[in-house]
């Protein structure tokens, strides 16, 4: 595959970490971040989010979504930092350019796809947003998405109140999408010479996943389907955490064939009859059943459930805790690594796909715009003009 380089203007999660899953391809990726204003700490917010692991800047929030990656700033308030932008998209040859700021401030900054395809045609532009451009003011944060695209409303305890995930999914499949969207766009430009642009609205994308809820406001169907169910399955009963001897067990059955298969165990046949046979019946005893499931499963201890589970064919798993998934096999084969200015190596999270040629060692990420003068001196600017630009405010680092 051959090595692209990307631009792109972005701070906190969902931009970094699309611009994360290119940098694991090799590709490069160098970050652009505002000069000191004067207003608060200098660079992406995030930077300065969690404990500190080697000083001020790169803090523990900060570090896996921005290894593996080089890091410049570039006042684009100024006329001057977006001229010296433009150069910097053309004698680099970037392939592609991101942003997360805001859909108001594209022109504003000069980053705005028009201005940049006009320096370079064959550049593919990729935004996030809250709602896309049409929306040019709405700030796009992860948990004020999940509130507005309904992911609070189905999440948690039904006599509960609404609940955030603890994952910030919304930002993440948001930068899933711009990293596919920018791959289909690679293959239109290898087609036609043509680049393109990507806007990619969280909200939009957020809704897309509500596949099992939405539609069924058109089926007339029962309020209960579109709001928190706890840990149970909408349609698929019995599917849910039960409480065990020592701990909790999550079981899932999906057929009529696995519920068979579950009251064959002989410590689960009194909880079927002939009207849970069929999951039309079970959706009708559903109450009951998680009751009577419950009342079994607390006499038993998870790994006993668990060996008759794995007998029987039953999907089911332990609640792991986040040490707990690091350390399976099948997680931990596949960890990505780090390597601290100190030498200690840092685990991080895998990566979503395996792939050849793919590395899984990123270089730990920049310091606040340590990158700004090699990156320059790189496009052709000498050192004289980079003094000059830092002595103007143009550039830091």
């Not at 694991?24 to 608060?40: A, M, N």
């Not at 539609?215 to 169907?221: K, T």
């Not at 960890?335 to 796909?353: C, H, I």
């Not at 003094?387 to 103007?392: I, K, N, P, V």
Request: hydrophobic share 40%.
């Amino acid at each position: 595959m051959k090595r692209r380089t990307v631009q792109s203007m972005e701070q906190a999660l969902s931009l970094p970490y699309a611009t994360l899953r290119f940098a694991q391809l090799g590709w490069r990726v160098i970050r652009i971040e505002s000069t000191p204003s004067g207003d608060g700490l200098p660079g992406d917010p995030n930077r300065y989010i969690g404990g500190k692991v080697v000083d001020d800047d790169r803090r523990s929030y900060f570090i896996a979504p921005n290894v593996g990656k080089e890091a410049i700033a570039i006042n684009l308030k100024d006329p001057k930092g977006q001229e010296l932008l433009r150069k910097l998209i053309v004698d680099l040859d970037v392939d592609i350019f991101c942003c997360n700021t805001v859909p108001k401030r594209y022109k504003q900054l000069g980053i705005d796809y028009e201005s940049l395809s006009a320096v370079k045609p064959d550049l593919i532009w990729a935004g996030i947003s809250a709602m896309g451009p049409e929306y040019p003011d709405a700030p796009g944060y992860d948990p004020v998405i999940q509130a507005m695209a309904g992911y609070m409303e189905l999440t948690g305890h039904a006599d509960g109140p609404p609940t955030l995930s603890g994952v910030p999914q919304i930002d993440l499949t948001a930068g899933d999408e711009v990293y596919a969207g920018v791959m289909m766009a690679l293959l239109e430009r290898a087609e036609t010479g043509k680049g393109s642009r990507l806007d990619v609205s969280m909200l939009q994308a957020a809704a897309s996943w509500l596949i099992t809820t939405l539609p069924l406001l058109d089926f007339d169907c029962d309020p209960s389907e579109v709001t928190r169910c706890g840990n149970e399955h909408r349609k698929f009963i019995p599917t849910n955490v039960y409480p065990t001897a020592d701990g909790f067990i999550y079981m899932a059955i999906g057929s009529d064939v696995q519920w068979r298969r579950l009251t064959e165990i002989p410590y689960f046949a009194p909880v079927a009859n002939a009207v849970r046979a069929t999951n039309e019946g079970r959706v009708r005893e559903r109450v009951a059943i998680h009751r009577d499931m419950a009342a079994v499963t607390r006499q038993h201890a998870t790994a006993e459930i668990a060996a008759d589970f794995r007998k029987a064919t039953i999907p089911h798993a332990p609640i792991h805790d986040i040490p707990a998934v690091r350390e399976m096999p099948a997680v931990n084969s596949r960890l990505t690594t780090t390597r601290a200015p100190n030498g200690k190596t840092l685990r991080m999270q895998p990566m979503a796909v395996d792939m050849p040629g793919m590395t899984t060692e990123l270089k730990f990420p920049a310091k606040y715009g340590e990158d700004t003068m090699a990156v320059l001196k790189a496009a052709g600017i000498t050192a004289e003009a980079c003094a000059s630009l830092r002595d103007q405010g143009v550039i830091a680092g």
